[in-house]
């Protein structure tokens, strides 16, 4: 499980935040098809905190928290 604290009005900020994983920082290739939000808490009057599942397959791995301002 992975969790992160994301700003309660990141949509009217323009804020997008993505979980991405790989399994070889020197490809520089990320994807988020594995991962899976599984709960969704309020940490504070600005900030929500998001747990997420990533399942392992046995293998290292590593994991980003990507955000994007539009």
Known sequence: EYVYARRNDAEARGLT?????????VS???SNGRV???GI?????????ITNR???L???GFIR???DWK
Request: charged share 20%.
């Open 36 to 38: 899976e939000v599984i």
């Open 41 to 49: 808490g309020t940490l504070d009057a600005e900030f929500d905190s």
């Open 28 to 30: 520089n290739v990320w």
């Open 58 to 60: 046995g293998e290292a």
């Open 65 to 67: 928290l990507r955000v």
């Open 54 to 56: 990533i399942p392992a």
């Open 17 to 25: 935040y993505s979980l991405e994983v790989s399994s070889n920082l």
